[in-house]
């Protein structure tokens, strides 16, 4: 896979990238505070898929932020635009392949928590995936990582008490739960988010538990954040609209940032 560009990335002098950023959502401002060494459209890169979503660029940025080497994905694709599994991990696994330990996951979701508001961040403890295909179905690459990957204990503890410090010191209130990957495009139905209310989920997506089960897989330490961008469906009496979760994101941009790369600087 992507053989020549891995070894592009890999000969690049001193750049080393420890950690890899997916941004999620109208997230993608925080490549605006790297200083960039290379910038790679993922059109350029061999057989990747194209980000088609709502603001997401679609490129993948080399460059330094916080002091440290880092790789950002600047959009994502996700399983609504036809994609396979596979094909959403594509990232994952480059950043595995040009030498990264750990991946930060972002993303926007909708809340479910009764506790929680338009514009708090969630600091993803664990996950649901009943309701999307594996990323890892099929012949298993035992390079990459084992057939049966234990589940345990998929968000790094020792990044989350990371994360949980760059809130505090940005002012923060970094909220805490449980994340629920649907393939979207549609939001849901009031139905369904009492349904995923009462299995547990805080908020709801289309997008990171894919990625992080593959991330796990080929043994990367995960930190996922998600913006709460709206209420989800039927806790407000109104109906959701893509642009405000990208206003959303827009408005919750500088907190972002300012957190994101204190985590890096820290890692
Ligand atoms: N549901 C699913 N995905 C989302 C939502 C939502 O309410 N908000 C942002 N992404």
Do not use: W
Not at 83 to 92: D, E, L, N
Not at 104 to 131: Q, R, Y
Request: with cysteine.
């Amino acid at each position: 896979m992507l053989d020549d560009k891995i070894e592009y990335i890999k000969s690049i002098d001193g750049f080393k990238p420890e950690t890899a950023v997916i941004l999620g959502s109208g997230l993608g401002g925080l490549a605006d505070e790297a200083e960039i060494i290379a910038k790679i459209p993922y059109s350029a890169l061999d057989g990747f898929p194209v980000s088609t979503a709502p603001a997401h660029k679609g490129e993948l940025i080399l460059g330094r932020l916080g002091n440290k080497d880092v790789a950002l994905f600047n959009g994502r694709v996700h399983l609504y635009e036809g994609y396979t599994p596979q094909q959403v991990v594509m990232p994952i696994r480059l950043a595995k392949a040009i030498g990264a330990e750990n991946v930060i996951i972002t993303n926007a979701s909708g809340g479910i928590n009764k506790t929680f508001n338009t514009g708090d961040f969630m600091l993803i403890n664990d996950h649901i995936s009943f309701f999307i295909p594996s990323p890892l179905i099929g012949k298993n690459d035992e390079k990459l990582g084992p057939r049966f990957p234990d589940m345990s204990c998929i968000y790094d503890k020792q990044l989350r008490t990371l994360a949980k410090r760059a809130a505090v010191n940005n002012a923060i209130d970094l909220k805490e739960g449980v994340y629920a990957q649907l393939t979207g495009p549609q939001f849901e139905s009031p139905a369904e988010i009492k349904a995923l209310a009462s299995l547990g989920a805080d908020a709801v997506g289309m997008s990171t538990v894919v990625e992080a089960i593959a991330a796990k897989h080929c043994g990367l330490r995960i930190l996922g954040i998600s913006l709460i961008a709206n209420l989800a469906c039927g806790l407000l009496d109104k109906p959701l609209t893509s642009e405000e979760v990208v206003k959303a994101a827009d408005d919750a941009a500088p907190k972002f940032k300012a957190m994101i790369t204190e985590i890096v600087k820290n890692i």
